[in-house]
């Protein structure tokens, strides 16, 4: 079967856009499954023959996510793109100008449509915002997005709920896609210490890693304010490495804590090997819906630190391989923070266990779910050729 899958991100440093590549690749040498992956950028993105770039008409930086473009495509392009591939399903995976756009294109062709909610927008204007009418305006966009999907795929329990509670998507339309992560490319194997001299660190010191959007909605000051209180309290021999692109990221320059570090985007083995290099990872966002990166935390052999809000916090064991704090309350951080920075013993146990917990997450498992998903959705709709 054919597929032709829509997405407003391809080229950016996020986890959808990984998740999507991965399946891509994975798709590639199934000749069971030819998934064609459709974009609209002008940011870099592989040279696939299974990956189209379409041309935009206009583009814009997203309000309050500015590493993120807006993308206004030409609907001819995309209705030319879809009469050329004549797909058996379509899915529209990112709720964007994009997104939205071959959404409408599809359905006034009538292909069947899947989608998937990758990512909490609702709790993310909130969070910027913090008023109660914004989520719920947002909310009403995303039921009209969703509601017409024959299926919607969530990437984790927690938000399949919130898409039948704040939504309002039927819950027998809904399913949560396996997560799973690449586990060659991220293991304790890449673990280089001499990394941290490359970026003009001191390899000797312990390091707390943090890797995503360097952005308010990412709870970027609360951590920053979390390390600082720390550092006030205890004398701990540590660096806090952030690695990731955001606007948070120009004001770096005016903190005044001391071993903070903005690396800014880092791929590839030197990403590999930061992530095996490190003692323990944090992640105090609370408009994550999965988190690709605390897989790929656990998969290098690290104990992660999340929020008790959202998604993150499905894939730790409390206690056991990493800790779940109360979101936002800084006392709580700073104190286990120090704790375990200070707990070599307990570090390693940690470190031992996420990577155990994480080898039941192969992206293998979440591609064959994808892929089920998909034949199991045909097969219920039927064919339509889109003439």
């Known amino acids: ?55 935009y008409r206009w583009r814009l930086p997203m309000p309050f996510y500015q590493e993120l473009d807006l993308v206004f495509c030409k609907k001819a392009a995309i209705a030319d793109i879809l009469q050329q591939f004549k797909p058996d399903l379509v899915h529209i995976s990112t709720p964007g100008p994009f997104g939205w756009k071959a959404k409408t294109v599809a359905q006034s062709l009538g292909y069947p449509m899947l989608g998937t909610y990758h990512t909490d927008f609702p709790a993310y204007l909130y969070d910027l915002t913090r008023l109660h009418w914004v989520k719920r305006q947002t909310d009403k966009v995303m039921q009209r997005f969703y509601e017409p999907f024959e299926w919607v795929l969530s990437r984790s329990d ?56 360097i952005n308010i909605e990412k709870n970027i000051p609360f951590l920053v304010n979390v390390w600082q209180m ?20 120009k004001w770096a320059d005016r903190l005044r804590a001391e071993h ?28 994550d819906t999965l988190g690709q990166v605390i897989m790929e935390a656990q998969a290098s052999g690290l104990g992660c630190m999340v929020s008790d809000v959202g998604g993150p916090q499905s894939l730790i064991e409390n206690g056991q391989n990493g800790q779940v704090i109360q979101a936002n309350d800084e006392s709580l ?13 307990k570090r390693v146990l940690w470190g031992q266990a996420a990577f155990e917990f994480i080898q039941s997450y192969d ?10 998903v998909h034949q199991n959705c045909f097969q219920v709709v039927g064919r339509v050729d889109g003439d």
């Open 1 to 55: 079967m054919r597929v032709c899958l829509f997405t407003d991100t391809l080229g950016d440093l996020n986890g959808v856009s990984r998740f999507i590549q991965d399946m891509g690749e994975l798709a590639a040498t199934d000749a069971e499954f030819d998934l064609q992956i459709i974009t609209s950028t002008s940011k870099p993105i592989p040279d696939k023959d299974y990956i189209h770039n379409l041309e």
């Open 333 to 345: 951080w700073v104190e286990a923070l120090a704790e375990i920075l200070q707990n070599n013993e």
């Open 363 to 372: 992206i293998q498992k979440s591609y064959q779910a994808f892929k089920s």
């Open 158 to 213: 927690a938000y399949r709920e919130v898409m039948a509670h704040d939504i309002g998507l039927a819950y027998e339309k809904t399913s949560v896609l396996p997560a799973g992560t690449n586990l060659q490319k991220f293991q304790p194997a890449h673990k280089n210490r001499q990394i941290w001299q490359t970026f003009g660190l001191n390899d000797s010191r312990l390091k707390v890693l943090y890797v995503g959007r």
């Open 260 to 287: 903070i570090y903005f690396l800014g985007p880092i791929v590839g083995e030197e990403l590999s090997q930061m992530y095996a290099s490190s003692e323990v990872f944090v992640f105090p966002s609370v408009t």
């Open 230 to 249: 720390m550092r006030e309290t205890y004398h701990i021999e540590a660096d806090l490495v952030l690695i990731g692109e955001g606007r948070y990221r």
